[in-house]
């Protein structure tokens, strides 16, 4: 796998297509992140983990780890499995069950040998229509089951082989045109281009912000609950690890650094929202741990001109207010897993932060 070098020490990405992850799968994490390097997972913008501070050796042993636990499924195609999907769906009953299709095209991209040339950064988003991560600009999406190149949708409506479809576009367009961009909104014409190879055309571009899953109980189609929990500035410890596989055999990381536990008995929540707690998960949408995040920061990143990881925790238990627009802490002007939409951005200038909201 592809390790890239921090200033704490070797950083990997353990892509979860949809965020989906088993209470089995996250123990090897937890395990694994343990024994080679720093304990504490991180959560990504994408719905993904991170783990920091690898020691030399560590990547290769890491690699088999995730092997085994079915998190590692293609070598070739690890780096662009990035797929976003909605992750309420098939649970709450507020659009069509997007899970099998999740499965199915990731399937197909690792089956797909041109797809392993996608950038790493390439992003699909899949909606179930209720808009809540089309707002994330994907490159390719599926919106209510309709095409979307670049949020622009087209009148293409299908499933794991139209997103095949588009990639490959993406591709033959990008090297029509001579282009490394690694985007497609960044290639001259790119949404209409990319179209045109599908035989189709792009209407304007949908508008529109993420809409983030909300944190605390929400009812299930089966009467279950699905408790959505907040790890405060994105950060797992082993206990909280341990406490999430405590109540669910099965949960999503959101690309809002949350975590859904679906599948709970509603005369179980409270006792599961109370364990959860007690591991300092927070499962109420008014704490002011919600919606704010933070990049590395120092001592992992290099760049940084502060430690922001403190800097937010200090400022969060200071003033523990709810925010009214999420608020994200950074070192230095990269801005790292910024988010997308209206949000407050702290900003560390090397002798304070700057505010800005935007
Ligand atoms: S925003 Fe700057 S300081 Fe923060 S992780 Fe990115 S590069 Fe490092």
Known sequence: MR????????????RLPGGRLTAAQLGALRSAAAALGDPVLELTSRGNVQVRALREGAP?????????????????????????????????????????????????????????????????????GRGDVTGLGGDVGLHGGRLLLAQAPTPLRGGAGLLVRAALAFLAERAGQGSAAWRLAELDGGPARVAARLG?????????????????????????????????????TPDQ????????EEMIVTPWRTVVLPHVPMDEADLAVERLAAAGLVADPASPWAGVTACAGRPGCAKALADVRADARAAVVADAAPQALPVHWVGCERRCGAPRGRHVEMLATGSGYRRVES
């Open 200 to 236: 189709t055309e792009t209407g304007p571009r949908l508008a529109g912000a993420p809409r983030p899953t909300p944190v605390g109980l929400t009812r299930q189609v089966d009467g279950a609950a699905a408790i959505v929990v907040v790890a405060p500035l994105g950060l797992l």
């Open 3 to 14: 390790v890239h070098a921090a200033a704490d020490g070797g950083l990997a990405r353990v």
């Open 241 to 248: 690890a341990e406490a999430l596989g405590g109540v669910a």
């Open 60 to 128: 290769q042993r890491l690699a088999a780890l995730l092997h085994e636990a079915g998190l590692l499924p293609s070598e070739t195609h690890e780096r662009v499995r990035n797929i976003v999907a909605s992750p309420l769906s098939g649970l709450d009953g507020a659009g069509p069950d997007v899970r099998a299709l999740v499965r199915e095209f990731d399937a197909a991209l690792c089956a797909t040998p041109e797809l392993a040339g996608l950038p790493g950064r390439f992003l699909v988003t899949i909606d179930d």
